[in-house]
Each structure stands twice: as C-alpha cells, then as structure tokens.
C-alpha cells in the first residue's frame, strides 16, 4: 500500500512537470481505485451479518444439522470473502469449515455442516472469521471475527435395568422390615394382620376378597433424596486408565441421575470437585436433590463439562456436602478406586444414618477386605469397568 | 490444478502484448523525433508479437521440461529467429530489385545487414520479449511457495512493480515526445491537453492485470487452504472488476484537470511568500547584527563608513492564475464534483489515519493547546445548542422539532442514530429505529414510556389507548426486542411486515387525542 501512495506521487509528479492534462485524469484514476478500494472494502465489511444456527444441546451420539447464514445488507456486493468457521476436532472433521463466497447486493449465502457428537463436552462452536477485500489486491484485506456460541453435549445414558440395580431405590439397602417412619400414601403392599395392627392400616377390600384380614403395607417415609458424589480428582484414577475411568464414572452419574428423576420421579442431587471448562478452574458443584427434568438438564450440563481435576481430599468433600441432607438419605458414591480415608468416610456417613452405596469404576473387583466392611455395614459395592458391563448389568 | 485455460493462453498473453505495445510506442515515437524516416509502425508490431512468442515459449518450455543446454539453445533459436524476421520485416514495402540489391551486397559489406534502424529494433524486441517472459514467469508462480532467498521477491511484487515502473516509464516517454526536449525544462507553459491513447490503454489493461492477479493470488491461496469456491464467483470477479474500474474511470475523467496545475501555482505561491518572509528576516538579522558591531568597531578607531544597506528589491510575488471567462453550468457541475471528491478524499483519508491509530490521537488530545481548542470548540457547540433550543420554542408547536425535555424516550432516538439515513442502517437497527420512532411520537402525543416499563408493558400500555393498532404494537413490540436482544437476523418479509405496522401506528398516532399532561400524567395514573 505505501508502494502504491509512493507510485501515486510519481506520477503526480510527473503530471506537475510534463503538465498534460490527460496525465491528471491517470493520477485522478489511481486516486479513486485506491479511495473506493478502501471504501467498498469497509463498507462491504460493515454491512455482512452472519448468523449460526443450531441445537445448543445434544446427546452423546446424536449429530448435530448447523446452519451459517452469511448476508450483505449493502447495495455494495462483496466481490469475494472467506469464511473460516473454527469447529472443536471432537466434534468435527476437518475441524473446520473453510468457504469463499460472493455475495451481491443484499445477497444471502447458507452454508450447512453437521456436529457429530461422539464425545460428551462442552464446546465452543467459532469463532467466525471473515475475511474481504478488494479486486485488485491495493489494500490489505479486513477480518472479522463472530464470536463463539456455546454447545454442550451430554454423556451418554444408560438404563438402570440394564446396570440391574434395583429400580425403585436404586441403591439404597433400607432396613424395609423396621421401617421408622411411613407414608401411608405409598402402599408397597399387604400381609396378614398381627396382633397390635392398627385397625386404620386393615386393607377391607384385600380382605373381602380374600377371607382373613391383611393389613396395608407402607412405604418406609425417610427421605428418598439421592446425592451423587462423583469422584475426579486425579489421584483417585489410574494414570494409564485414566481417561476411561473418568468417562465411565461420569456415564454411571448420568445414567443414575436420569433414572431416579425420569423413573422414580424423586430427587437427585450432584456433588464433585472437578475442572470446569467454562471458568477455567477447579470449581466445588454443589446441586442440593430436586426431582424436576430441568434439574435433571442442569445436573447433566454439569456432568457434560466437567473434567479431572487437581488431587482434592474426596472424603472431606463427602463429608462436607452430607451436612445438609437429610437423616435417611441415599448417597451414591462413584469413585475410581478403593481407599481406607473413603471406607473411613462411608463408615462415617452411613453411622450418621445415611443409606450408602459404593461404585467402584476400576478393573478389578474390590478386594476381600472392603467387601467384608462393606458388609459389615450394609453397604452395596459395585464395580464397573467396561461400556458392555454398563449394558449388560453387573 | 484447475485453471482458465481462456485466461492463461489468450486474456494473459494479449494483455502483456498490449501492454509491452503501448510502451514501444512511446520509445518509437520518442526516436522519431530524431529519425522521422524510420518505420515506426514496424517496430511497434516487432514488440508485440515478440511479447506474445515470450509468453507462449515460457510456458512451452516448461512444458516439454527443458533444461539446461536445451533451453540455451531454445533461446538462442529464438533470439536469432528475432533477428532474422526482423532484417526480413525491415525490407517490407521495398522494391524487389531493390531488395535484390540490398542482398547482393550483403557479402561485401555485411554491416549493411544490420543498419541503425533494425538494430534499434532488435533492441527494442528483445526488451518486449525478455520483460513479457519475466511476466509470465512470474505469473506462473503464483500462490507457489517462497525460496528462502535475501533478494527473493514475491510474484505479485514483481508484477506490480513491473506494472508501475513501466508505466512511470511509459508516461516519461509519451510525455516528453508530446512536449518536446526543449520545453521540459519551461515549467511556466500551458497545459497540453488531448487524450493519450497508448497510456490509456497500458493502465486500463494493466489496472485490469491486476485484478486478474489477485484473483489468481487468492485461487491459489483457497486452494491450499481448502477453501470450498464457488463456481460463479470467476464470473462475478470479472463483473465487478469491470464495474470497479469502470465507476473509478468515470469518476477520474468527470474529475475537471485544470484545477491541479492552479493548485501547483497556488504551492509555488505559498513558497514564494515562506521565501520572501524568510528573506526578510535574515536581512533584518544582519541589520542588527551590524549595528551591535557598530559601537565596537567606533573603539578599536575603525573608519567606518556607513554604507547604506540595500536589501534590494523584493522578489515579486507571482501573481493569481485568472480564471478566464465566466463557468458554463457544466463546468460549474465539475468544479463541485472535483472539490466534494477531494474533500471527501482527504477528510476520509485523514479519518482513516486517525481511527487505525487511536493512541495518537490520544497523545495528541493531550497537548494542551489542543484541549484548549476543544474546550473553546465545546463551548461554542453548547452556545449553538442553546441558540437552537431558543429557536425551537419560539418555531410554532406544529413544525417543532422532537424537545430533548420533554420526556426519556425521544433523545434515544436521537440518541442512537445521531445522524442516519434509514437505508444505511441495518435490519436491526431498522426495527430498533420503528419502535424508538414511536416511543418518540407517542411521547410528543403525552403517552411518554416510563423508565421502569418494559416494552411489554408500555406495549400493553399504550395499546390501551390505541385498540385498533393492538396487534400491530405487539408485532413491532416483539421486533424490537428480538432485533435489540438476540442475535437472531431479520428477514426481508419481516422487515416488510414490521414497516407497514410502523406506518399504520403512525396514523393512529396521528388521530390520538393529544394529551398535555404528558409524563406527569402518567405518573399521577
């Protein structure tokens, strides 16, 4: 560009001492190549609007449609423009979309690609940078950047039937033959009446029909809130099936929490210490049990970005998120390996009346002793090491 | 890799003959001037078609693969070849028994065979030929992969380069046989006006390389980075470099050329009072100089005589150009188009310049002569602003202009699109406009939107007052907040749509009963 202004005064120069007319209307014609150069380009620029479109959400395994409308709003065309839409690699392959296009006035072009969502995470899809200029290569050409838009996708889920756990209380062992407190809105069932039965409890109907007296069953009223608590940090996997264990984990969570709010239609919460993307840093998730699919959606979000994070002291953390459940609740604890501070811990938690279930995510089975202690306590351990194992059920 | 065959062997090779033609011109009609008799007609036709055969037997080369000695001896075939058709061209229009004459003495005097004329010919041929290889070669690279090399010049330099020099070089020439060696040096003689032909058509084909070259460029550099291009954009770049060139040519010859030589005057006007002044104050220097020597040489017994100083006639100021007779409406039309164009250049230019370099204006803001400035130019713009309010209140309500005080709402209008043309905002902005445009006009009626309402309220609001237009209010309600809060963009039907409704929530507006407790009514509500 400075070559062209210097080449510009050349010729004026020239002009101002040979003084030929025509030789003016020369310097005029490479003044105004080089002004409209500089004027269509901005003003082709200022006037693009570009627009993506597609599901911010998706579940693993899904493929995403997105669509990248590009329009010029001028009366100006863009005689030519490069779009470089920067797509995440898990995501995408190439991890890009790369277009030329020329857009007349008031033109519109659509570009289609797809999101293959092989992998639960957090992504930026973008940014978008355009890129447009002149036709004759006298001015640099101008970038703009559309900012990134946010898609998360959320880890695969698996049905608890296939985990063959039990349904209705996935993992809780309650005592049901001493039940504390009952819900007299829950019939589990009948059996016969014994003596000091409440008269109030005699099921008339069952009896009528079936000659001796039965009395109703109820379900046992302590609290059905379900916390999970998901181990990630990094001391807890094994360096070399890190990566698996991690994902697998965060699959349990998500198949656990889905089942309980989907199917049992009870609350679920979530507690785990991990890296999160979108603050860039170790970050405490705390989501107290609600019931509602849209917690559900939040809890999954949660689960969907997470990643492993630095060593923090899991048993504290159980500890700690447990202050405020209530007597009777079920804590879910996914971790990636067996240790004496979590068996401490579980102990802990599960004198303080909580109903405690262990999943290991490991290879290998747990070892004699905490299965002895876990049943001791009453304390179902699982392990689950393989996707088949997760489908096929323990 | 794909590429125009049409371009490569035809628009390429004839607009480098043309180009290398239009500079042998020049230097033809250049050494005319010293010899008229020679054939210039022969020569020009020498250059041309010496550029083509450059260009078509570079790519044939590298074609076939030459190398080496097998390319020495290609060039050397050629070079004679050059040199043979031209002798061969030199003898057209002869006689034939002249001709024979000419060949029987050939072997007795063989410096006849290559006389003054052909010689400068061959020179001039080889200059075409060997500039229109260079081109294509360079051609030929580009979008190929720089050489580490300290001296190594990218393609597209060096076909710019080439471009400018040969056109600095062809105006040289032209111009000089136009006004002749002598009058070079007389810078005080009128303008030559009238069309050069050769020098328009070197630019317009050279100006029309260029496009071509960047498109090239940017071909090869989509194709590396596997850009996906679509076909129709070839076709399209043709199309607007045309048009582009087309709109600047109009633009540079619509432009009148009588007014640069008089701004040149105007310059040498301006240097010549700097020199005058400067003169002056160097004599006046001298002058005191002498007298503080004055005493001093009295003391050491000096016989001073005084010599009348004599700081000599002023030099004469050149006097203002005239300017003939009286401008016709055209030339009026003209001169206004060529000072709106160099205004607008500079002030765009200047404007350019600073908003690329915003720490500069920053530095520069921090002078304090220059704050000074801007106080006293804010003082004055406050001044104006209170003339203007007077003028508002005392202008009858019905031709009155939206009062800044009279409620929230108007001044964002204002606010927003300090200075706009409708069709230069976008979509968005559009629809942002409508609904501020009536914010505006329901407050000028006395149904002013409170800072606390939401648009759905003051829609709800106001619909109250107008339920012939409720449906149409809750549209541009919704526009708005979807143009002023989303990313989404608006279409053209909804554009449409959004504009009739403003229009129609105009006329209610209209027939609203005006109500003059405005805003305090409102709050009273």
């Known amino acids: ?394 | 890799m794909s590429r125009d065959k049409w371009v490569d062997d035809v628009f390429r090779p004839l607009s480098v003959a043309g180009m290398m033609g239009s500079i042998a011109l020049s230097f033809v009609n250049l050494i005319r001037l010293f010899f008229p008799s020679w054939n210039g007609a022969y020569m020009v036709v020498a250059c041309v078609l010496a550029a083509l055969e450059g260009n078509y037997s570079y790519r044939l080369i590298r074609a076939r693969g030459l190398r080496g000695s097998d390319v020495f001896r290609f060039r050397a075939i050629e070079i004679a070849l050059f040199l043979v058709l031209l002798i061969i061209g030199s003898l057209m229009g002869v006689a034939w028994r002249e001709v024979w004459t000419e060949l029987r003495a050939w072997p007795q005097e063989p410096w006849r065979i290559l006389d003054l004329e052909v010689g400068y010919a061959f020179v001039l041929t080889l200059l075409s030929w060997t500039v229109s290889t260079r081109t294509t070669y360079d051609l030929e690279r580009i979008g190929e992969p720089p050489v580490k090399d300290k001296y190594y010049v990218y393609p597209v330099d060096a076909l710019t380069g080439r471009f400018f020099w040969g056109g600095a070089i062809l105006l040289w020439t032209a111009g000089i046989t136009r006004i002749g060696i002598s009058a070079l040096l007389n810078l005080s003689r009128p303008s030559v006006p009238g069309l050069v032909l050769n020098v328009l058509v070197y630019f317009v084909l050279g100006l029309v390389m260029l496009g071509q070259i960047q498109h090239a460029r940017l071909a090869q550099r989509w194709r590396k980075e596997r850009v996906n291009v679509p076909k129709e954009l070839s076709r399209h770049w043709v199309r607007y470099t045309l048009m582009f060139l087309g709109l600047t040519g109009l633009i540079a010859f619509l432009l009148p050329t009588g007014y640069t030589l008089p701004l040149l005057d105007v310059v040498s006007i301006v240097i010549g009072v700097l020199l005058y002044v400067f003169n002056l104050i160097f004599q006046l220097a001298v002058l005191l100089f002498i007298l503080a020597l004055t005493p001093l040489a009295r003391l050491l017994g000096a016989d001073l005589q005084r010599q009348p100083i004599d700081p000599g006639p002023p030099p004469q100021l050149p006097g203002a150009t005239t300017g003939g007779s009286a401008p016709e409406w055209f030339q009026v039309v003209r001169s206004v188009a060529f000072w709106g164009f160099a205004l607008s250049a500079v002030v765009y230019i200047v404007r350019r310049y600073l908003e690329d370099r915003p720490e500069l204006v920053e530095g520069v803001m921090t002078l304090k002569p220059l704050r000074a400035v801007g106080r006293i130019l804010l003082a004055i713009r406050r001044q104006v602003g209170r003339l203007i309010g007077v003028a508002r209140r005392r202008i009858p309500i019905r031709i009155r202009f939206p009062d800044r005080a009279s409620g929230s709402d108007p001044p964002a209008v204002e606010k927003r699109f300090p200075s706009f043309r409708l069709g230069g905002l976008s979509r968005e902005d559009r629809m942002v406009y409508y609904y501020l445009s009536i914010l505006r006009r329901a407050a000028l009626r006395g149904y002013p939107r409170s800072p606390s309402q939401t648009p759905h309220e003051y829609d709800a609001k106001l619909g109250s007052y107008l339920p012939q237009v409720d449906e149409e209010l809750d549209r541009l309600t919704e526009a708005f907040v979807e143009a002023r809060y989303s990313k989404h963009l608006v279409d053209a039907a909804e554009e449409r749509q959004v504009q009739a409704d403003w229009k129609t929530i105009k006329a209610a507006l209209r027939a609203l009963r005006p109500r003059s407790d405005g805003a305090e009514g409102e709050e009273a509500e």
């Open chain 1, 1 to 394: 560009m400075r070559k062209y202004l210097a080449y510009l005064l050349l010729l004026f120069i020239i002009a101002a001492i040979l003084r030929i007319d025509f030789y003016f209307t020369i310097v005029y014609l490479f003044f105004a190549v080089y002004l409209m150069s500089q004027v269509w380009k901005r003003q082709s620029v200022n006037q693009i609007r570009a627009e993506r479109q597609f599901t911010g959400r998706a579940f693993s395994g899904h493929s995403v449609p997105a669509k990248l409308t590009v329009r010029n709003e001028g009366w100006l065309p863009v005689p030519w423009l490069t779009v470089h839409e920067s797509l995440p690699v898990e995501l995408s392959t190439p991890p890009f979309l790369r277009q030329a296009a020329v857009l007349g006035p008031h033109g519109e072009r659509e570009f289609s690609y797809r999101l293959d969502c092989r992998h639960r995470g957090y992504y930026r899809i973008g940014p978008l940078r355009m890129e447009a200029g002149d036709m004759l290569g006298i001015t640099k050409p101008i970038q703009v950047e559309i900012e990134p838009e946010p898609l998360i996708v959320y880890p695969r889920v698996v049905s608890l039937q296939e985990l063959g756990l039990p349904t209705r209380s996935p993992l809780v062992a309650l005592p049901a033959a001493t039940p504390l407190f009952e819900d007299p809105s829950r019939v589990m069932g009948v059996r016969s009446y014994r003596q000091g039965d409440s008269p109030r409890r005699i099921h008339w109907t069952a009896t009528a029909s079936t000659g001796e007296l039965v009395v109703k069953q109820y379900e046992p009223s302590i609290a059905r809130e379900t916390l999970i608590c998901l181990d990630l940090s990094r001391e807890s996997y094994e360096l070399r099936r890190r990566y698996t264990a991690v994902e697998l984990a965060i699959v349990v969570a998500a198949s656990l929490a889905n089942h309980i709010i989907v199917n049992d239609g009870l609350p679920v919460g979530l507690a785990t210490e991990a890296w999160d993307p979108l603050a860039d840093k170790q970050t405490r998730f705390f989501l107290p049990p609600r019931s509602e699919r849209a917690h559900l959606m939040s809890l999954l979000e949660i689960l969907a970005r997470i990643e492993l994070g630095e060593a923090t002291a899991f048993p504290d953390l159980l500890r700690r998120e447990s202050v405020g459940l209530p007597w009777g609740a079920t804590l879910a604890v996914i971790a990636g390996q067996e240790s004496k501070p979590l068996f401490d811990s579980l102990v802990t938690l599960r004198r303080a009346g909580f109903a405690v279930a262990l999943i290991l995510v490991q290879p290998t089975y747990p070892s004699a002793e905490a299965r002895h202690r876990a049943d001791v306590l009453g304390m179902p351990v699982h392990r689950i090491w393989r996707e088949e194992e997760l489908e096929k059920g323990l």
